[in-house]
């Protein structure tokens, strides 16, 4: 009587654990030290306009061209890759808290030259938000190749 008790014991058990298919897949809330964002800001800004440099997208990239110093040790070592930085964009378009969000492993002089060329930009146009102009987070990848 024991072993029948403990047989149905463990087939009820067993069975609890079974696999929801309505639960089979798994959402990861990415979360991070930094809020969240994303160089396309399409869509981001609802009913509003996200930060811009002065001229466009394609005036960044010939400025970050123009500046970028690739670090002499990461060129010897042949690392490459992009540095994510992080910034806020004020209400009169001047860069705050620049930060790294995403870097590569062991090349701090990549990091120390994308904060450089972020610190060294023009005022941006500011982003705005139901017609009034706010503070907005921006990412910027920087891509660094040999």
Do not use: H
Not at 41 to 63: H, R, S
């Amino acid at each position: 009587m024991k072993k029948i008790l403990v047989i149905v014991f463990l087939m009820v058990s067993v069975s609890s654990f079974a696999q929801d298919n309505k639960r089979g897949t798994i959402k990861v809330k990415k979360t991070a030290v930094a809020k969240e964002k994303t160089p396309n800001l399409a869509g981001y800004v609802k009913a509003g306009q996200a930060p811009m440099f002065p001229g466009g997208y394609e005036e960044m990239n010939k400025f970050i061209k123009k500046y970028l110093k690739y670090p002499v040790a990461e060129r010897k070592a042949g690392i490459q890759g992009t540095v994510k930085v992080g910034f806020d964009v004020s209400i009169d378009g001047k860069i705050t808290n620049v930060m790294i969000l995403e870097s590569i492993p062991e090349a701090s002089g990549l990091e120390k030259e994308a904060l450089r060329i972020v610190s060294i930009m023009p005022k941006w146009e500011p982003g705005m938000k139901n017609n009034k102009v706010v503070k907005m987070d921006y990412v910027l990848p920087i891509k660094f190749k040999l």
